[in-house]
């Protein structure tokens, strides 16, 4: 069984700084690009950053250069260091496997960014 499951979402002031994390079971993590993406109320869900099995990494205009991707291989995670928040940033993120035809998505954390 598949499971993909953020932590590290929550509460933080503009400005500040926070990283969610995406524990991967159940999939050969080492072959799959893995993504985050954030959807507001209302609002398409869309790619936050992405970064390929061999580490390539690509972010959304919006959060280049505060946002950071990257993925730890033997514990099966990948992580989004999220930095200089604006209120704007606040919505639930979600975690993405992609390999092939094969797609799974986690079941959302929460940052909410205060002003």
């Known amino acids: 069984q598949v499971q993909l499951v953020e932590s590290g979402g929550g509460l933080v002031q503009a400005g500040g700084s926070l990283t969610v994390s995406c524990a991967a079971s159940?999939?050969?993590?080492?072959?799959?690009?893995m993504g985050w993406y954030r959807q507001a109320p209302g609002k398409q869900r869309e790619l936050v950053a992405r970064?390929?099995?061999?580490?390539?990494?690509n972010y959304a205009d919006s959060v280049k250069g505060r946002f950071t991707i990257s993925r730890d291989n033997a514990k099966n995670t990948v992580y989004l260091q999220m930095s200089s928040l604006k209120p704007d940033d606040t919505t639930v993120y979600y975690c993405?496997?992609?390999?092939?035809?094969?797609?799974?998505w986690g079941q959302g954390t929460q940052v909410t960014v205060s002003s």
């Open positions: 993405n496997a992609r390999h092939s035809t094969l797609n799974y």
């Open positions: 159940g999939i050969i993590f080492s072959v799959y690009d």
């Open positions: 970064i390929t099995s061999g580490g390539s990494t």
